[in-house]
């Protein structure tokens, strides 16, 4: 598979489906760009699990205030309006419902809507932490993430083999080749990339791709090919 979209693409992709107004929670690491690529007229409210509600985006290199961070340690700025609260009431929040999306990203995704994303095996990490909370408190749960693995293997598969995070809680995946609804229990290709058949998308699919209706052409800004 030699054409695919980078993260940045990805990224761009997924914000475009976030609603004007909306809470949202974004993962730690790949997921955090998609802030980035908010649609012009829309604007998303950002929460993250240490206590900020309605933070900015990035600062400039060298004009970080490090008491000022996301729950991925990340620099972030103020808005007005911007809230801080206990990382209790912050959990209360996800909990609670309070939260529009969660954009994530995932090791696997099972065609039943499992999730795992937190550990690979035994040499992982030692907990699951926030993400088994936000994948069943946000009612829609978005993954954001390569089509397969460094090695080539699939990562929309039948049924995870990694430790799960949740259990029927992943709504869509945006992937580097397609964007796939998970819909009673099975994957639904809403877009795909023009150049990629159909042949060679299911061959890198660990499960059964279905098509209802018209499958969409996946296009993504093409200056963000190089970032």
């Known amino acids: 598979m030699t054409q695919k979209l980078t993260n940045a693409q990805i990224a761009w992709r997924a914000a475009q489906d976030i609603e004007d107004g909306a809470y949202v929670n974004l993962g730690?690491?790949?997921?955090?760009?998609?802030?980035?690529?908010?649609?012009e007229g829309r604007e998303a409210i950002f929460h993250t699990e240490n206590g900020v509600?309605?933070?900015?985006?990035?600062?400039?290199?060298?004009q970080e205030d490090w008491d000022l961070i996301n729950a991925g340690k990340k620099a972030i700025t103020l808005k007005p309006g911007t809230a801080f609260f206990h990382h209790a009431d912050s959990f209360a929040m996800v909990r609670g419902g309070h939260l529009d999306v969660a954009i994530l990203g995932a090791y696997q995704v099972a065609e039943t809507g499992d999730l795992a994303n937190w550990s690979t095996?035994?040499?992982?990490?030692?907990?699951?932490?926030g993400a088994m909370d936000l994948v069943h408190g946000a009612k829609r749960v978005a993954i954001i993430t390569d089509?397969?693995?460094?090695?080539?293997?699939?990562?929309?598969?039948?049924?995870?083999?990694?430790?799960?995070?949740?259990?029927?809680?992943?709504?869509?995946v945006y992937t580097s080749l397609a964007v796939v609804d998970?819909?009673?229990?099975?994957?639904?290709?809403?877009?795909?990339?023009?150049?990629?058949?159909?042949?060679?998308?299911?061959?890198?699919?660990?499960?059964?791709l279905h098509v209802e209706g018209e499958v969409g052409d996946l296009i993504c800004p093409e200056e963000l090919a190089d970032a």
């Open 28 to 39: 730690i690491g790949f997921p955090e760009m998609v802030a980035r690529f908010q649609p």
């Open 53 to 62: 509600l309605g933070f900015g985006r990035a600062p400039e290199p060298g």
């Open 182 to 208: 998970v819909v009673d229990s099975r994957f639904v290709l809403r877009e795909k990339l023009p150049a990629i058949s159909m042949e060679e998308l299911q061959s890198v699919t660990g499960a059964t």
């Open 121 to 129: 095996g035994p040499k992982g990490v030692p907990a699951v932490g």
């Open 147 to 172: 089509h397969v693995t460094k090695k080539g293997q699939p990562k929309l598969v039948e049924a995870c083999t990694f430790p799960l995070t949740g259990v029927g809680c992943v709504t869509r």
